[in-house]
Structures are given as C-alpha cells and as structure tokens.
C-alpha cells in the first residue's frame, strides 16, 4: 500500500519543483540563439584530398558555434548567391570563406559581412605551411574563432537609430517608454523594438523592427493626417445647385429690367405707357454674381472631396506598409 505524504511535508516540495521549473525555463530561455549566421560561400582552390572539404566547413561550423548564435550552411544558407541576396537577408551576419591549398600550404580567408546591409565587418586570414589537412583543418577553426570573438564583442556594442517624421515634432515611444520628439537620435540595443508616433491632427503610427547591434539607421516615418469630417461632397453640390439657382434668378432679374409695371387705365399715357417701369440691374447683377461666387465654392469642395476620398485610399495603404523609408549605415 503506497505511503502518503502529510500536506505539511507537501508544500516545501511543491515550492522546490515550481523553483526548479522556472530554473530550467530560464536555462532554456538564456540557450535560444539570439543571432543567426549564414555560411554563404566557402570556396577552395587547389589540389584537396578527398573528404577535406567537409572537414574545413565542419572546423568552420564549430568555430562559429556559440550560445547566442545560431549557425546555418549549406542549402539553408542559400549558398552560391551573393552576400546580401534577399535568399540570406533572414540571416543577421554572413560568412564567405575561401581555402587555396598549393604544395601542402593552406591559405584559409574568412570574411564576416552584416546581412542587412551587405557592408565587411571584418576579415580573418590564416596560413598553415608544409601542414596535413587536419592541421589545415585547426587553422580553420581558429580563423572562425577570431570572426565569432569579434562577432561577440560587436553585439554588446548598442545600435544607434535616428528616428525622423514629416512632419517633426511628433512624440515617440519605444517600448512603452517615451523618447522625446522627432527628431530623435538614440542608442538601443540589439533585437525587436516597437515604435509609437503621435502628433496632434495626424493618425498615431505604430512600427515594429529589428535592431541590429553596432549598426547605424535611420528611419524616416511620413505621419497621415486626419481626415476632415466635413461633407464636402454633399456641401459642394449643394452650393453648386444653388449657385445656378441664383444665376438664373440674376439673369431672369437683368432681362426684366426697364419692364412697365402693370397700373391701371387711369394712370397709362397718351401713348398708353404706364409711368412706372421696373429697375432690377443692380438685383440681377447682385444676385448672378453671388450664384457665381457659390458655384465656385461647390467646385472646390467638390475638389476636397475628391483628394479626401483619394487620401484615405493612400492612409490604408500606408498603415498597411507604406510610409517606412529606413536606410542602413555601419
């Protein structure tokens, strides 16, 4: 018959395994890569033995290898394109190496390249005469050693971002923390940032990205305006309707004047004219020109209308992407 354990002696234990549980999720958590590196190329030259070849990419691969970095060859590395391809812009560094073999002297070239902006980090060469290929092979390992020390080195060092907007002066929050107003310039540190723009009369602007450490960016952010709430559509018509109304009223008003006005057979003339005649120029004039005026008005809220309704179809558009120029500098 299984014992069973009192409830007093049940809670340490219980604390002891949640505490455990937490330990190993923050092991795991502190284990999960936080760079990727892409082999891209690795080239050789002269006369190899067979099998050498992949015993320098695995001395390359091991070189490379290290907590925070995950290392990718071959087809995941897109290998045989050119450094900075889209096919390798997922990887944050790139790698191209080059191994020139001639009367047992190995020339082992290795080159570290940032993957945004396609731009050498730095350069590694080693040379190992009258050697075997497994010493060949060392030599290529501590190459790829010296290129993941400097890697390392190149990630404590923070990113520097200048953040930009049209129009400037709109307050900017990174991370739920607020930055100040446009133009910024700021370092941060490497990884995923979220970016908050906010500035009265235009549309709060949300951007997320990535920050690559020890490089140089600046992102330049265009801020949509608030669309207007007025009808101008329905205003413009409307003014426009009655802008003809009173110009055909002035126009009936000019052709009316120095008209009799009707009296009776008492008050007519010799000549059988009544001796009053009506006088509307000046109403016709008055009235044409303020149904001119009015039309006009209708015309350029119409006009309002239309770059509105066209603006709105850009806002859209750029919530949806638009509006990010970001340019890259090491």
């Known amino acids: 018959m299984p014992r069973m354990i009192p409830a007093r002696r049940r809670g340490p234990q219980i604390a002891f395994l949640s505490f455990l549980s937490v330990m ?3 092991t795991a958590a502190a284990a999960e890569p936080i760079a990727r590196i892409a082999i891209v190329r690795l080239d050789f030259e002269g006369g190899l033995v067979e099998g050498s070849r992949e015993l320098f990419q695995q001395r390359l691969v091991e070189g490379l290898k290290a907590v925070q970095f995950e ?4 087809s995941g590395a897109a290998a045989g ?25 190995y020339d082992i070239t290795l080159e570290l390249i940032n993957g945004r902006t396609a731009r050498s980090i730095g350069t590694n060469r080693e040379r190992c005469e009258i050697c075997g290929v497994e010493e060949a092979g060392e030599k290529m390992g501590l190459a790829a050693s010296a290129l993941r020390a400097r890697l390392e080195a190149l990630m404590k060092t923070p990113a520097r971002f200048i953040i930009r907007s049209r129009p400037p002066g709109a ?36 951007r997320t990205f990535t920050a690559v450490s020890s490089v140089d960016e600046v992102l330049d952010l ?17 003014a426009i ?4 109304a009173l110009v ?59 770059v509105s309704s066209r603006g709105s179809t850009r806002n859209a558009d750029t919530r949806s992407g638009a509006g990010l120029f970001l340019r890259v500098t090491f």
């Open 81 to 105: 394109t050119p450094p900075g391809t889209p096919q390798n812009m997922a990887a944050e560094y790139q790698v191209v190496g080059k191994v020139a073999a001639s009367n047992k002297t």
């Open 71 to 74: 290392v990718v060859a071959g």
């Open 222 to 238: 265009d801020l949509v305006r608030v669309p207007s709430r007025f009808p101008y559509r329905t205003a413009g018509w409307i």
């Open 24 to 26: 190993v999720a923050a």
């Open 241 to 244: 309707a009655t802008g003809a």
């Open 248 to 306: 055909a009223a002035g126009l009936w008003a000019v052709a009316i004047d120095g008209d009799e006005i009707a009296c009776p057979a008492s008050e007519r003339d010799i000549l059988d004219h009544c001796p009053k005649v009506r006088s509307t120029r000046l109403l016709g004039a008055l009235l044409a020109g303020t149904g001119a005026v009015s039309a006009t008005l209708g015309g350029v809220w119409l006009y309002f209308g239309a």
């Open 171 to 206: 307050v900017a929050v990174l991370d739920g923390q607020a930055l100040g107003r446009t133009p910024i310039d700021r370092e941060i540190v490497g990884g995923p940032h979220k970016l908050t723009l906010t500035s009265d009369g235009y549309s709060p602007m949300e």
